[in-house]
């Protein structure tokens, strides 16, 4: 009676363990960062610049193109001559910009425009493909088309961060661990 008791005991301690994983793993969410260096080769601003982004992966299939944008979770820090722009600074982020694109879930970069500053992107004119390019942006244009490129961005470092519904499930079953190793 008392070993199959026991063995009662366990069996509902893992499937319990197993449900709080599983319940974890449909979303599979993580917040991916990234970190950019513009390193500016001419113009009136040469030097290198600082900043990083993150977003949520969750809506990304990694097949074909797909960007993210604000609505996913896409938020921005970079400094660029002594100011730390965010994804609000974007000249378009009423309308869903700016955007991180992908093609086949590799990383293409960022679209980001900041008026009378600057503009990253791959080519001028073309605001849903994100790129390694660094422009200045003109004082009298606003229409994502004029700049001068003046450098480049590397992006480094995507990190994910689990949602912490999948650190409870781990935790949770861990601890069933223990106490069954305990019985």
Known sequence: MKKSYKLAVAA??????????????PAQAS???YNLTVD???????????GSFS??????RREGSEKVGIS???SILFN???TTYTENNDTGSQVGF???????????????LVH???????????????GSKFYQYPNSSDDGQSGTQVGTVMYSGSTSVPEPSTIVGAVAAAGIGLLMKRW
């Open 12 to 25: 509902a301690a893992v499937a319990i363990g197993f449900t709080k994983v599983s319940a974890a793993t």
């Open 31 to 33: 917040v991916i960062n």
């Open 40 to 50: 500016v080769t001419s113009g009136a601003n040469v030097g290198e610049y600082h």
């Open 55 to 60: 977003y949520d992966d969750s809506t990304l």
């Open 72 to 74: 996913q979770g896409l």
């Open 80 to 82: 660029y001559l002594g």
């Open 98 to 112: 700016p955007i991180v694109s992908f093609d086949n879930g590799k990383l293409l970069g960022l679209n980001y």
């Open 116 to 130: 009378n500053q600057f503009y990253i992107a791959d080519h001028l004119g073309s605001p849903y493909t994100g």
